[in-house]
């Protein structure tokens, strides 16, 4: 990241050109270049780490390249050496941890590019791009005004935090992108409904919604607490039966399209979805594996969602929509939503700092309508207001991206990222002749097995094996590897002395 990548320079021009062309009044243009700026920011996050992230994105990984295979069959540990526990969704072995759905994307795009991290991630990046999209179609309904629009667009497509979601570095990466991407296409697709009423938009709310749910859970419904509660504050809506019939139809869209696959593992996987499914309740109920925050952390999470500069503005975006007279529905289900959001995860014991950012599109909107509202205002005092209030975009656009965090994440001095390297590039060049079913390698670092099963077909374990299961996996015919000790410490006496064992001669970090 020493200097500009000519992908960086070719983003950075679509950035310029899409505000030019804004200027000048040419909005479609504007736009085209903008997700096109976006595809690239998105594509140069994908390929700054040629390695897989530790949570969750190298689990996410390995399980979507066995699904290449076997798209039916979430298995983690493809081939089990030793025995394991079910509910341990770490080092187990089939793994109905989360949702199919991005996992399939996942599996898709490297059934077609390949296996490699930038295959695995690029799901992401048309997702992130296309959330873009959607970002610009939901304000201008909701405003009716293009620079409301192009702004909420322009700064959510340089967020930091959705790109780092893309690039894998935050947790839980890839399938928070998916989960966000598809509850924004149920809004944008409401939102359709709400200007045509017909019931091709109430069929495809029904089944981005629906799709949200098979990437996470039962949160990918939001977009019906906003339909739902505007209905019942609109005298108009809540005489109307039309309105629950709408409303039910989209629903029930939504639950055809999750439904089959959780009757599917039930019978396949009985005992490893009961306890997922037992998992998955526990969030609501405790705090679980260590994830405990006070109530505000949510908002204290809005810095890094958004930075704390711009929270004024939202909070002003939120009074200013209030106080809109047009499109009164959208109005309502956009702050409904993104209230419910708020107030559900706050409620909710475990806190993962991801959990809010599915509604952060309609933040960044709130924080277009303060910007408009100011560019308006300045237009009434110069009519030449729009040069600094153009220049003030770009440096709202620089806060948002916040190039010093990726580059501080990167920097040739961070110790774990050369690490991550190092030992990567050691995973990548093992001989393919030890590869097969029959292969065992231990003493990889912490958890770092998952990403070496992702580049080799072997059964790889954390740390060394203990001398009963050496013998007994030699017995059944394994082929048993180690990595040699790290630093100066020596591998013990009862690895050395086995001879069918062989010692790799690449060190780890």
């Known amino acids: 990241m020493e200097t500009a990548s000519p992908m960086i320079i070719l983003t950075a021009a679509l950035y310029l050109g899409a505000l030019a062309f804004f200027v000048k009044g040419k909005h479609q243009w504007s736009l085209l270049l903008l997700l096109a700026a976006s595809f690239f920011a998105r594509f140069e996050m994908a390929s700054l780490d040629p390695y897989l992230h530790n949570w969750d994105e190298r689990f996410h990984a390995l399980v979507s390249k066995h699904m290449t295979e076997t798209p039916f069959r979430p298995v983690l540990f493809k081939h089990p050496a030793l025995p394991y526990d079910h509910t341990l969704w770490c080092c187990n072995h089939v793994w109905v941890h989360k949702q199919p759905l991005f996992l399939w994307q996942m599996a898709l795009s490297m059934k077609i590019f390949g296996v490699n991290e930038i295959a695995m991630r690029l799901p992401s990046v048309v997702m992130g791009m296309l959330m873009v999209f959607f970002t610009y179609k939901i304000a201008w309904r909701v405003s009716r005004n293009t620079k409301t629009a192009f702004i909420a667009s322009f700064l959510f497509s340089l967020s930091w935090y959705q790109l780092e979601l893309t690039s894998g570095l935050i947790s839980l990466d890839h399938n928070d992108i998916a989960f966000a991407?598809?509850?924004?296409?149920?809004?944008?697709?409401y939102s359709h409904y709400l200007e045509k009423r017909n019931w091709k938009w109430i069929l495809i709310t029904g089944l981005f919604s629906g799709a949200a749910v098979l990437c996470k859970w039962l949160v990918g419904w939001l977009v019906f607490s906003g339909w739902g509660i505007s209905v019942l504050l609109d005298p108009s809506q809540r005489r109307s039966v039309y309105s629950y019939l709408h409303m039910l139809y989209a629903f029930f869209v939504s639950i055809a399209v999750f439904l089959p696959w959780q009757l599917y593992i039930i019978k396949a996987f009985p005992k490893e979805s009961a306890w997922e499914y037992q998992y998955n309740n526990r969030h609501l109920f405790e705090v679980l594996e260590g994830h405990f925050h006070e109530w505000w952390f949510y908002f204290s999470m809005m810095r890094l969602h958004y930075g704390k500069f711009f929270i004024p503005f939202m909070a002003a975006g939120i009074l200013l929509m209030a106080l809109q007279k047009a499109e009164r529905t959208l109005r309502l289900s956009l702050l409904i939503s993104f209230a419910v959001a708020y107030l559900f995860f706050t409620i909710v014991p475990t806190k993962l700092q991801s959990f809010t950012f599915i509604v952060a599109p309609i933040g960044f909107i709130l924080i277009a309508y303060s910007f408009n509202w100011i560019w308006e205002k300045a237009r009434g005092f110069s009519r030449y207001a729009a040069y600094p209030a153009m220049a003030l975009l770009v440096?709202?656009?620089?806060?948002?991206?916040?190039?010093?965090?990726?580059?501080?994440?990167?920097?040739?001095?961070?110790?774990?990222?050369?690490?991550?390297?190092?030992?990567?590039?050691?995973?990548?060049?093992?001989?393919?002749?030890?590869?097969?079913?029959?292969?065992?390698?231990?003493?990889?670092?912490?958890?770092?097995?998952?990403?070496?099963?992702?580049?080799?077909?072997?059964?790889?374990?954390?740390?060394?094996?203990?001398?009963?299961?050496?013998?007994?996996?030699?017995?059944?015919?394994?082929?048993?590897?180690?990595?040699?000790?790290?630093?100066?410490?020596?591998?013990?006496?009862?690895?050395?002395?086995?001879?069918f064992l062989r010692i790799l001669p690449a060190q780890l970090k």
């Open 181 to 189: 991407f598809y509850i924004l296409g149920s809004i944008w697709a």
């Open 395 to 499: 440096f709202l656009g620089l806060y948002c991206l916040k190039p010093w965090n990726i580059y501080n994440e990167r920097k040739p001095a961070n110790w774990e990222r050369e690490a991550k390297l190092h030992n990567t590039a050691v995973f990548k060049n093992l001989p393919d002749s030890i590869q097969g079913k029959n292969t065992v390698i231990m003493n990889c670092p912490e958890l770092q097995n998952i990403e070496l099963m992702f580049y080799k077909e072997v059964t790889a374990y954390t740390g060394l094996l203990e001398a009963h299961h050496l013998d007994s996996l030699h017995q059944a015919g394994y082929r048993i590897w180690t990595f040699p000790a790290y630093g100066n410490e020596q591998l013990p006496e009862f690895v050395t002395k086995r001879k």
